[in-house]
């Protein structure tokens, strides 16, 4: 398996989304808190993408 360094904007993306989820644990947020642990998986989801597909 041959790991690549993720694009800018999809790390961008998956940090943006683990920082809500993170947020979203302490201060309510609408869909955020509801769903915080999802959103987190689908922030890694993102990374773990962006390093295994090559750009």
Same mark, same amino acid.
Do not use: C, E, R
């Given at each position: 398996?041959? &790991? *690549?360094? %993720?694009?800018? %904007?999809?790390?961008?993306?998956? +940090? $943006? &989304? !683990? !920082?809500? /989820?993170?947020?979203? *644990? @302490?201060? +309510?947020? %609408?869909? #955020?808190? +509801?769903?915080? @642990?999802?959103v !987190? #998986?689908? /922030?890694? /989801?993102? +990374? !773990? /993408?962006? $390093?295994?597909?090559?750009?």
């Amino acid at each position: 398996m041959n &790991l *690549h360094t %993720p694009t800018v %904007p999809i790390f961008a993306i998956s +940090l $943006v &989304l !683990a !920082a809500l /989820a993170l947020i979203g *644990h @302490f201060v +309510l947020l %609408p869909f #955020i808190t +509801l769903y915080g @642990f999802w959103v !987190a #998986i689908i /922030a890694y /989801a993102i +990374l !773990a /993408a962006g $390093v295994v597909m090559k750009t």
